[in-house]
């Protein structure tokens, strides 16, 4: 994955604490070893085809929010894949796991579900094609980064681990490439920024919410499990 | 409290038993009488007044969201209220048990406190004025009716009940006229939609998540004794 | 061309004067016959480019707004031919006419530009996903009848007409296919509207005015060679 | 009037041509001096008061648009000032020229009072609060810079003049307090920004498209004359 130096240390750095929760997650460990309840896949995989068609909407905010054809761009050709196969491919995936895509369509979202996709959306219209961006950072960022770890951790357990084909995904060079395109063009942007402005400080805020957001999403997955 | 007919049969009681978790949560059912843990309180508190800051802000969207003058009076009187007088009154009253003014300001989000604002303003954003009204009404309608069954209720208890001028508040005849006067406005625009629209059917919805995230906002609150 | 019943019956016909006014501007007319001058078709090629910008700005706006996967088809349709293709083909179209690729971006808006984008944007933001498509659709459904009329009407001069691509263009089977996707989509949308309801009433209003900005527009170009 | 030094040097003066075509446009001139034609002025007057609305649904935006309440407070102030009396006392000034307050309300726009609104809308939806507020500052600057100079112009005519009590509202202690006001909150903003930044770059554009569009705004003030 390509090294980006002010999102790593202007974002991630001074919000260590949260990006590990959320990077390494039990959720994700667990998924990792093929120890997670079934229950809590199946519950995951469902709201995050809803986070999903928030996620489609977030980015078709930003083309919404470009000055011109140029920065249209990025968000383009991440809403391209979303409504032109990701999201199809997802539910064709919630299938394999015996979940019904009616129902899905249908299905309520959780609170965690809500509190991040609207979150990101809010913050997009609040503030500017930054903002919005630095709030959809999390997503990206950091599912490459679980998914290339988890990839070739001793610990993870690639037999017989009915999740490994997620893991694959978020480890493949398609999903890293399309993640590098996304994050170049943030790097850009982040750039023109003064480090010690309080612009920056608002786009840590923003960053460390998302990220907070993002853990509480794993969360609600395991939490299926103890209900 | 006035009685709003279309605001009761066509949003409340289709939605009756997320109503009833919402208006007879245990948060309030023990706050009437004086056994809920001082630290739910306390954590419910500091999150209102992060709430009240967006609501302020959904307010002045629906203001924005106005055709004429004549619309725009009702959501005028919301902000004022909350601008000029709530969100001080709010903190004076958060100090009183205890809270300091700057570490409210300086306070993280709860995911509930999230989820529930900042879907009311992505559906505002999205949508008509009317789908943000629909949003915002759980909040008023709700409360004041929590605050006058809670007044009366034998199973209340008053006397040395540290909040019971919370139930006050919410019972009192200010708030219920400002109440009123928001959902009649509300009202005037429902009767304008068919009943068996598409239409009516989003509102329904919405209306719906709106009062989940109003429980998950209790919920929050009585959560913190549990961890 | 589809015939779209509700579309012509409640928003064209109750918008007589303004339509013809629209459609059967000196404009096209004189483009039509070969006898516009040149300074002023130029002038409107420039401001159509950043037009067109604001207009994928206003598709992007209608995704962001749509409920669920299947509402955000057809505006993705339209977002992903504007910049997939027809921006850059609009491009290469003023260059043919001397126009240089860096000087239209770095091009000053004129005021009708101004007017017809942002009055649609502004409608979209404020309203919902039926306002914005009400707003688009003038240009959509006014373009394809200017040029399917022309193309064969009896005073065009096809022969020596440098104009004639631009008709050939708007009377094309793509662009009629295209328009009618579109219109298709906002005829289902509109059959849900009470045809007595201050809904269709607002939603009148925002087709005139729509409709006055695009005259607006043409009379922007012919303009230029009154200066 | 309070000096703002970065509104000055950095917006206006960048803009010097545009800014003295808006400030010393032949509408203002000819008013002050009793000559402009009463048709200009009544136009103006009325598609002043349609101006007014957006004006405040695009303070409205801004409190949206706030981080916090302190900075929603500006903003407030000039919303209450509209909404609680400005717009009635408009209308009230619109009587006593003879101009009906319904026949105002179902007015059409003209198109420079939409593109100058709109424009001021999109800007802040699609930017940041300084994007809007920039955008917003032309029409205080300026009807600050209008007054005060037309008020001691030896050029003026004061007596016998049926436009004076306009001169004299605009070069009032009250207006210009209020504009001051506004003004300190938007260069007390200005000042995070570094002065060769793209972000300042981007605002002068703003700022620049924002006063053409307020001469605009005269000009179809003048053009009923011409019609």
Known sequence: MTQFNLLQTRLVEPNAAAWKDYTQHSFVEELAKGILPE?????YLQQDYLFLKHYARAYALAIYKSDNIADMGPSFTCLQGLIGGELMLHLGYCQEWGLDAQAIEALEEGVA????TRFVIDTGVAGD???????????ALGYAEIGTRLYSATSSVP???PY?????MYASEDFISSVNNQLSFLEEKLIEIPL????????QRIFCTATKMESAFWQQ??????A
Chains 1, 2, 3, 4 share one sequence.
């Open 129 to 139: 094609l930054l903002d919005l961006l630095v709030a959809l950072a999390p997503c």
């Open 164 to 168: 490994w084909p997620w893991v694959e």
């Open 39 to 43: 229950a809590c896949f199946q519950h």
């Open 113 to 116: 579900t809500v509190a991040y």
């Open 221 to 226: 997955g395991l939490a299926v499990n103890q």
């Open 159 to 161: 037999e017989g681990n």
């Open 196 to 203: 010690d402005s309080p612009r920056w400080a608002k786009l």
